[in-house]
């Protein structure tokens, strides 16, 4: 057992309390954050007259030694420690001896842990915007390609009104865009430096946060001390704006699994992304999208159980926080490996264009179109749409779609109709007429996606 206390206790501490407390299995994933934040500490604490340049000098050397041996694998992070604050500073001292003991002035591991845990989440979030950015990437690129490929748009999972793949497309790229302004808004509120307020009342020594909020590129230092040693709430959005990606994805992987079923055929995933039964030789299963699916229970557990940690903790820092590290740390690494591997998804998979269109072509999706052909030769929509009613009706009797009847038919419904109703009943008059701000036609998914990919090549990033 390596820990930073002791003086005041005359027993050790039963194995069993020191294991349940100890967190270094977990918290040794910030030992590069942890570290830096002590460097930043450091200069501050020399710039202020705490330690002497030499002492500062000595103790930058030895946390850059710690680093490199750390990361060329010379130096394990080993569970004797508590946790990973206690092992920097125990190899600091064992290795520059006096110094090192006056590495913690003016700090508490309660500012400690909320400045570490936060330099760990920001660049997290950055990266997470990254993978979002390449994902809208690859969903634009997609739908440019796909911008005349017509297939059913669905209500209740019933074809509705024809739509192109690039339209249906276009709506995740919106709620991933959504995603991308949620991660910056988090950076933005979450960048205050909660180093230097202590155990939770600040410190005696005449410590310069300003200083150090700039050294480790906040946008200045957090306000209260006893705020700042006990806010997790940037985590709580963080988590919530995770499961938002994961619900996004998730909706998406439901759909992708439904088109690549044998009664759809609208994709096929490709063979690198899928998997094989080991019973049924036949089987091309698409495991990927279900792992997906299935993972965001995982995230949306996370957000839960830290909602639920913090809701009885009286100010300041709690022992129940440390719960906030082993669940977000999970939650960053499922929803990075999920967008990374479902973006790989997407790129390779096979969109079967004849299957859409034909599908669009049955299930009666033009019978808007063809109400609305009558109420442009003056019926009442109400009474429009109930002659469509009946033609639908004959059309099912028939086993034929309404494109199928001929005039006649047509006219022995409604003598409105005239022979321009076919073309006014075409999938490419239904969709291409659409043409307001957000609807399919390709005039306004050209307008979409340039502004889209303006957006794109502004390259605003959450840093
Ligand atoms: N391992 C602790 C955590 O994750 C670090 C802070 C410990 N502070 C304390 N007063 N015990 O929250």
């Known amino acids: 057992m390596a820990q930073l206390w002791g003086g ?65 694998g010379t130096l394990l ?31 508490s591991r309660n500012d400690q842990v909320a400045l570490d845990m936060k330099l760990y989440t920001r660049d997290e979030v950055a990266e997470i915007d990254a993978l979002l950015k390449t ?84 946008d200045g230092p957090t306000l209260n001390s006893m705020d700042s040693v006990s806010d997790r709430d940037y985590l709580i959005e963080l988590l919530s704006a995770m499961s938002t990606v ?91 490996g999920c967008i990374a591997l479902f973006t790989g998804m997407i790129s390779s998979m096979q969109f079967n264009e004849d299957r859409m269109k034909d599908s669009a072509k049955n299930g009666f999706t033009n019978a808007t179109d063809a109400a609305d052909y009558l109420v442009n030769h003056g019926v009442p929509f109400r009474d429009a749409h109930g002659i469509v009613g009946r033609l639908v009706l004959y059309c099912i009797d028939k086993g034929i779609a309404l494109d199928d009847m001929s005039i006649d038919e047509f006219k022995a419904i409604s003598p409105v109709f005239e022979g321009d109703i076919y073309e006014a009943i075409s999938m490419k008059t239904c969709v291409e007429k659409r043409e307001t701000i957000g609807a399919p036609s390709e005039k306004a998914m050209k307008l979409a996606i340039a502004q889209n990919r303006k957006y794109l090549e502004e390259n605003v990033s959450v840093k």
């Open 135 to 218: 994902l809208l990437e690859t969903l634009l690129n997609l739908m440019e390609k796909h911008i005349s490929v017509y297939m059913p748009g669905f209500t209740h999972l019933q074809k509705a009104q024809p739509i192109t793949l690039a339209h249906h497309l276009g709506a995740y790229f919106e709620m991933f865009k959504r995603d991308r302004q949620r991660m910056a808004d988090i950076y933005k509120r979450m960048n205050y430096c909660p180093l230097g307020s202590g155990a939770l009342a600040g410190t005696t020594y005449p410590l310069d946060r300003e200083y150090t909020a700039e050294l480790l590129d906040f």
């Open 246 to 336: 994961m619900m996004h994805l998730s909706r998406f992987c439901e759909e992708i699994i439904i088109w690549n079923t044998n009664e759809y055929r609208f994709v096929e995933i490709d063979d690198a992304y899928s998997t094989g039964s080991s019973i049924m030789p036949q089987k091309k299963n698409p495991d990927i999208a279900e792992l997906i699916r299935g993972k965001t229970g995982r995230v949306y557990g996370a957000l839960i159980s830290l909602l639920t940690t913090m809701k009885g903790i009286p100010l300041a820092y709690n022992k129940d926080m440390q719960e906030d590290k082993e669940l977000t740390f999970d939650a960053i690494d499922t929803v990075k």
């Open 8 to 72: 005041r206790f005359t027993k050790e501490t039963d194995d069993l309390v020191y294991r349940f407390n100890a967190s270094v299995s977990f918290d040794k994933k910030f030992y590069k954050q942890d570290i830096r934040g002590s460097m930043a500490h450091v200069k501050m604490l020399e710039k202020q007259g705490v330690l002497t340049t030499e002492e500062k000098e000595q103790i930058l050397t030895g946390l850059e030694g710690i680093l490199r041996d750390v990361e060329n």
């Open 77 to 107: 992070i080993t569970e004797e420690y508590e946790d990973i604050h206690s092992f920097v500073e125990a190899n600091l001292i064992s290795r520059i001896g006096d110094a090192g003991k006056k590495l913690h002035t003016g700090r």
